[in-house]
C-alpha cells in the first residue's frame, strides 16, 4: 500500500463518543443556539442539539488545546499541542463551509487560548509556557499584526484571553502573577500592556469573564476567589468571599444578562452567584471538576462541561442539571458487542465498563470498580453476563441489565487479568495473565472451579479466541508466541513464533487459519493444522497493529493501531479497501457489529467512533 492514503476510499464516520474535559472553556455554543462546538483528540466536533447529528472539522495534526468561535458565529478557531521544538497551528474554520479558512503558525509547543474580536476583523492568540508570547492577527488577511511577549520577565506564564465586548482595540490576559489590559496600536503594529494593580493579592488567573457593557472584568483564581477588576481605572474593586472560597479553584465563569454569575470550581461544584460577594444562591455537585460553561443564547439555558468527559444541560429556572453526553476520559482497552444484535456494545476502561446504544450513542449502564483498570470485556454468548478481566488479578461477572456483580473469581492471575474468552456454551471462561499464564474456569451458577493452568507463554497474553466447537483457542503474547491450545487435553496443539510483540489473533470463520498482528506492523496469514506461515503484509507504515478483526462472512478484516487509521482490507486480495481518518489517539481495539452494519473503534484518548460498514454482506456463516 502507498503511503499516500488519498488514492484510496475514506471510511464514513457516523458518531463520535467522547469530549475533551481537560480543555479550559473547550464547550462552546455557536451564537445560532442551535449547535455546539467542543474538541476531541484532534478533531472539533460540531453537535446539532435538536437531533445530536455530528459534523468534524479535521485539520489538526495533534490534540486541540484550545476552541474559541466568533461572535457573528462565522468563524470557529482552535489552537493545538505539538512536540517541543515544533510550530503548533492555530487554524480559522469558516463556520458555514465547514472547512479550514487559515491555518497561523507562529507558537512553538502549544496554543493555550484563543479570543476574537467583538466584529470578527482580529484573532488574538495565546502560546504555552514553552512559547510564552501572544499574537494578534487579522482575519481577512490572514496574517500576523504583531507580537509580544505575554508577561513580565518577572511574572509567570499566561493562561488565558479575552477580547473586550465593545472595541476591538482592547482585550485583557490573565496567569501566574500576571493581569494586564492591552492595546492595539494598528498604525505602528504594535499592542500596549497596562499592568492591572492588585495590590498585596498574588493570585494564579485560571478564567476571565467581561460583562457586555465593559465597565469591569472578573478574574477566577485557583485560590478559589473571583477577582473584580474596573476596566478603566485597572484597578482591583472587590475580591470574592474571603471566608467562603469555591474549592479547588474556579475553572469557569459567566456572567447572565440578569448580572447573576455562574461558577465552576475544580471540585465540580456549579455554583448561580449573586450580590458584590458573589454568594451561591444555588448550587449542584457535577461528576468531575467543572472547566466549561456555555451560555445558549441570552442566557435561559447553559451548558457545563467536566474533567471526566461529562456535559451537562442547566435550565436557569429549576438549575437542575440533565446529562447530555458522557464519555471515557482515560485509555479505552476493549470492545464487546452481544452475540447476534447490534444495538448495543460495551466498552472498558480505567475504573468502568459502560454500555452504549448503538444507534444513538448514549450511555445505558455504566458499572464502576474505581480505581482499577478493566483490559478485557465479553458478553457470554446467552447474554446474561458480562465477564471482565481486571489489573487487580480479578474476573469479575455482572449481569447486563442492571450492572449487578454475580460472581468474582479472586487471584485469578497474580499479575493482573490481560485477555478473557467465554465458550459459546457459556460453562466455561478462558482468561491470561500479565505472568503468561493461559486458565481455565468452570463456570456455575454461584460458583468457579479452575480446571487447568497452561504455562507455555512467558509475557502477558493480549488476545485469546476460541473456536467454535469449544475444543480448541488461540492466546497471542507479547513474548512472540501465538499459541494454538487443546481445551480437551490441555495441551499445546501448534505454536507460531515471529520477532513482534503479538497484540491481536483471529480465526478465520472457517477456522482452518489465523491471523496475527502486533509491533512489527505486520500482519501475517498462519495455518491452523501445522502452524506454517502462509502470507505477510505490510500493515502500518508507523506503529504497532493494537486491534484486528475478520468479518463474518471472511471477505474483509479490519485493523487498527499507533498510525491512528481504521483500515478495511480484503482477506484473498491482501489490499486495503477503506481507510478511516479521526482518531487522534493510538486505536487500541476495533470491532465489527453482529450484522456488519458498522464498525467501532476505540482509542487511547477516550474516544469511541462508529463507522459506516463498506462492504455489502454476502451470505453469513451459520454460527
Known amino acids: 500500500m502507498s503511503a499516500d492514503t488519498q488514492e484510496v476510499p475514506q471510511l464514513e464516520l457516523e458518531s463520535v463518543i467522547g469530549f475533551n474535559g481537560q480543555v479550559f472553556s473547550g464547550l462552546i455554543v455557536h451564537p445560532d443556539r442551535e449547535h455546539i462546538i467542543y474538541p476531541l483528540g484532534c478533531t472539533v466536533i460540531i453537535k446539532s442539539l435538536n437531533n445530536n447529528k455530528q459534523e468534524f472539522l479535521h485539520g489538526h495534526t495533534n490534540n486541540v488545546s484550545c476552541v474559541t468561535v466568533s ?25 458555514d463551509r465547514k472547512d479550514m479558512y487559515a491555518r497561523l503558525q507562529l507558537h512553538k509547543a502549544k496554543v493555550e487560548a484563543l479570543a476574537f474580536s467583538p466584529n470578527d476583523l482580529y484573532l488574538v492568540s495565546l502560546g504555552g509556557q514553552d512559547d510564552g508570547s501572544i499574537v494578534v492577527w487579522n482575519v481577512e488577511s490572514r496574517e500576523a499584526i504583531c507580537g509580544s511577549p505575554a508577561s513580565a520577565h518577572s511574572a509567570g506564564h499566561c493562561l488565558t484571553v479575552k477580547f473586550s465586548n465593545q472595541s476591538d482595540d482592547t482585550f485583557v490576559s490573565a496567569g501566574h502573577g500576571t493581569l494586564r489590559v492591552w492595546e492595539l496600536d494598528l498604525p505602528n503594529r504594535k499592542i500596549r500592556p497596562t499592568e492591572c494593580q492588585t495590590g498585596q493579592l498574588k493570585r494564579i488567573v485560571k478564567c476571565l469573564e467581561i460583562p457586555e457593557d465593559d465597565s469591569f472584568f472578573y478574574c477566577g483564581t485557583t485560590s478559589g476567589d473571583i477577582l473584580k477588576v474596573n476596566f478603566r481605572t485597572k484597578l482591583l474593586n472587590c475580591c470574592g468571599p474571603v471566608k467562603e472560597k469555591f474549592s479547588k479553584g474556579v475553572n469557569a465563569v459567566q456572567v447572565l444578562k440578569t448580572g447573576d454569575m455562574l461558577v465552576g470550581s475544580g471540585d465540580g461544584s456549579f455554583s448561580l ?21 456555555a451560555l445558549r443564547g441570552q442566557g435561559h439555558q447553559f451548558f457545563a462541561g467536566t474533567e471526566s468527559s461529562q456535559i451537562y444541560r442547566f435550565n436557569y429556572t429549576d438549575f437542575k ?159 512472540g508466541t501465538c499459541i494454538i491450545w487443546d481445551l480437551v487435553r490441555f495441551v499445546r496443539n501448534q505454536m507460531v513464533l515471529a520477532n513482534t510483540l503479538f497484540r491481536c489473533v483471529c480465526y478465520h470463520p472457517e477456522e482452518f487459519q489465523i491471523i496475527t498482528s502486533g509491533t512489527d506492523r505486520k500482519i501475517e496469514y498462519w495455518e491452523v493444522f501445522d502452524g506454517s506461515a502462509l502470507r505477510e503484509l505490510e500493515g502500518s507504515l508507523s506503529g504497532s497493529i493494537n486491534g484486528l478483526e475478520i468479518s463474518q462472512d471472511g471477505h474483509h478484516f479490519i485493523t487498527g493501531g499507533d498510525d491512528k487509521l481504521v483500515k478495511v482490507w480484503g482477506y484473498t486480495e491482501g489490499e486495503v479497501t477503506h481507510i478511516g481518518v479521526g482518531h487522534s489517539g493510538n486505536i487500541t481495539r476495533v470491532k465489527i457489529c453482529s450484522n456488519s452494519r458498522y464498525i467501532i473503534s476505540t482509542s487511547a484518548d477516550g474516544a469511541v467512533l462508529r463507522w459506516r460498514y463498506p462492504h455489502p454482506v454476502s451470505e453469513q456463516n451459520p454460527h
Open 273 to 293: 452567584c449573586r450580590g458584590a460577594n458573589f454568594k451561591p444562591v444555588k448550587k449542584v455537585q457535577l461528576e468531575g471538576g467543572v472547566t466549561s460553561i
Open 71 to 95: 461572535r457573528s458565529g462565522k468563524y470557529v478557531a482552535s489552537g493545538q499541542v505539538t512536540f517541543m521544538g515544533f510550530k503548533a497551528d492555530v487554524i480559522i474554520w469558516d463556520y
Open 321 to 479: 442539571e440533565e446529562l447530555v453526553s458522557t464519555g471515557h476520559n482515560h485509555t479505552v482497552n476493549d470492545i464487546a458487542f452481544p452475540l447476534g444484535t447490534s444495538d448495543l456494545f460495551a466498552t472498558c476502561s480505567k475504573n468502568d465498563i459502560r454500555v452504549w446504544h448503538t444507534d444513538t450513542s448514549r450511555e445505558l449502564l455504566r458499572i464502576s470498580v474505581p480505581n482499577m483498570t478493566c483490559h478485557a470485556v465479553e458478553f457470554m454468548s446467552d447474554g446474561r453476563s458480562i465477564i471482565s478481566a481486571w489489573n487487580d488479578g480479578k474476573i469479575r461477572v455482572f449481569t447486563p441489565e442492571s450492572g449487578k456483580l454475580m460472581l468474582v473469581i479472586n487471584n485469578a492471575h497474580s499479575m493482573g487479568v490481560t485477555a478473557i474468552s467465554a465458550t459459546s456454551d457459556c460453562k466455561k471462561i478462558v482468561s491470561g495473565g500479565g505472568e503468561g499464564q493461559v486458565r481455565v474456569w468452570e463456570i456455575g451458577k454461584d460458583s468457579h472451579r479452575l480446571v487447568e493452568a497452561m504455562k507455555e507463554h512467558k509475557a502477558t497474553i493480549s488476545c485469546i479466541k476460541i473456536k467454535r466447537n469449544n475444543q480448541e483457542c488461540v492466546t497471542a503474547s507479547s513474548d
